[in-house]
């Protein structure tokens, strides 16, 4: 493939709304600001939609678990891989009275024992061992296990589904972004460092933020522009816009023309670490990763940056060349959300230039995720006043009135089929 060819128009793939037949330009403001909404969103959306949770290989072994809270749904949930290598997950709940009976965040266990009576369960669910168990005729073993919770896993990446039966599967609720995303090579950057952060501003400020390069220029300017906005582009317009039921795809690009300013700069990107600065050495020993993947940067833009992926309700991710970031973005309340970021790369660091290399991205990464928390922070507060009954969604912001669409869907008890296939 030809990287440098200078032939894509990019004006021709600046994708507007209205050819995405998205006229939904005003929003009103108390999706944002009202308790109600965010209790339908737990019902409709929350306990509907397949969740992402982990990575399968954050429990390798047979024995292995994770334990893993879910703000938005107050739950509090087991992901344990079987003796048998299946891995499945339960509410953190003993049958006898409710007690949370795993307490690390993760471990290796063949039995989980309550700590309160000793109940004790396998790590297939399943109830083992009653003390006293005459004291308890009522209760049949096979049917007091652990109750389980659904769960499947897409290219590595662990999904639960909270309502009693799904109403669709993964892959049907994926609607081919997995199609689109077949064979990318998550699974080579296993290694991740976390930035998470709380702040009072409704969750789907946070989706919107990262659904849009117009504010990049303006709010990031210390931070991103430099090295990201091209000459031609100057709004960054996302480009190449595809839809997947409610998830979508688009292409960001960067400046090709920005160079390092310090030589720690160039060194710290030099290192393994993930950025979207083409390491054209990597692209030539084909250790390119997400680069050479089909799916991605489908127009072959010269200045690809990285390929924005949003999988609904609250997910981003962006695979560069070396890696890739994960943000997850759950609703605490009408007004508080918690942003959580992984910066997934290929080993841990293995000497202190690359423990340096990762601080120096930790830190580039925190400050331009608090710029966008700053934002909606303060969106929260100009839209609770009630001096705006609305917020305006641009032709240059096809995704938000995207998002908005599926989301409106979904609290009317829709949403879940492709579009495609409903339409038919
Ligand atoms: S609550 Fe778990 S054994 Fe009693
Ligand atoms: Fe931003």
């Known amino acids: 493939m030809d990287r440098h060819c200078p032939m894509v128009d990019i004006k021709q793939h600046m994708t507007r709304a209205r050819e995405l037949g ?12 009202s308790p109600e909404y965010f209790d339908r ?7 509907r939609a397949w969740l992402m949770v982990g990575r399968e290989d954050e429990v390798v072994r047979p024995g292995d678990y994770i334990v893993r809270e879910l703000p938005t749904l107050d739950a509090s949930v087991i992901i344990a891989r079987g003796k048998d290598g299946v891995v499945r997950a339960f509410h953190n709940a003993c049958s006898h009275r409710g007690v949370a009976l795993a307490c690390q965040e993760r471990g290796n266990a063949l039995t989980f024992r309550c700590p309160y ?32 919770i659904h769960l499947d896993i897409w290219s590595g990446f662990v999904f639960l589904n909270f309502a009693p039966e799904p109403e669709v599967t993964l892959h049907e609720f994926l609607a081919g972004l997995d199609d689109m995303l077949e064979g990318a090579p998550f699974e080579d950057f296993p290694f991740h460092a976390d930035v998470t952060a709380e ?9 919107n933020a990262f659904n849009e390069g117009y504010h990049v220029a303006i709010l990031h300017q210390k931070t991103l522009r430099p090295m990201v906005i091209p000459s031609e582009n100057p709004h960054l317009h996302y480009l190449d816009i595809r839809s997947f039921g409610p998830h979508s795809s688009a292409t960001v690009q960067r400046n090709f023309d920005w160079a390092p300013s310090t030589p720690t700069l160039s060194w710290v990107i030099s290192q393994m670490l993930p950025t979207s600065v083409p390491d054209k050495e990597a692209i030539a020993e084909g250790r390119a990763g997400f680069y050479e993947h089909p799916g991605i940067n489908r127009l072959k833009i010269p200045n690809f940056g990285t390929e924005t992926i949003t999988i609904f309700p609250n997910i981003s991710i962006q695979p560069l060349a070396n890696g890739y970031l994960f943000y997850q973005f759950w609703p605490l309340s009408h007004n508080r959300m918690r942003t959580e970021v992984r910066i997934y790369s290929r080993a841990a660091p293995q000497n202190l230039r690359e423990e340096f290399a990762l601080a120096n991205t930790l830190a580039a990464t925190r400050d331009v995720v608090s710029e966008d928390l700053a934002m909606c922070r303060m969106q929260q507060v100009g839209m609770t006043g009630g001096g705006k009954s609305h917020q305006n969604f641009g032709q240059n912001e096809p995704l938000l009135r995207m998002f908005t669409r599926d989301y409106e869907a979904y609290l009317a008890g829709g949403g879940m089929k492709p579009l495609a296939a409903a339409a038919e």
């Open 117 to 148: 009576h000793a109940w004790t369960y396998g790590n297939d669910g399943a109830l083992r061992a009653i003390p006293a168990e005459q004291d308890f005729p009522h209760v049949d073993k096979s049917k007091n296990g652990l109750t389980p």
């Open 22 to 33: 998205l006229d939904n330009g005003q929003v009103p403001a108390e999706y944002y600001t």
């Open 199 to 207: 702040i009072d501003a409704n969750w789907k400020f946070m989706v």
């Open 41 to 47: 969103e737990k019902e409709m959306i929350f306990r």
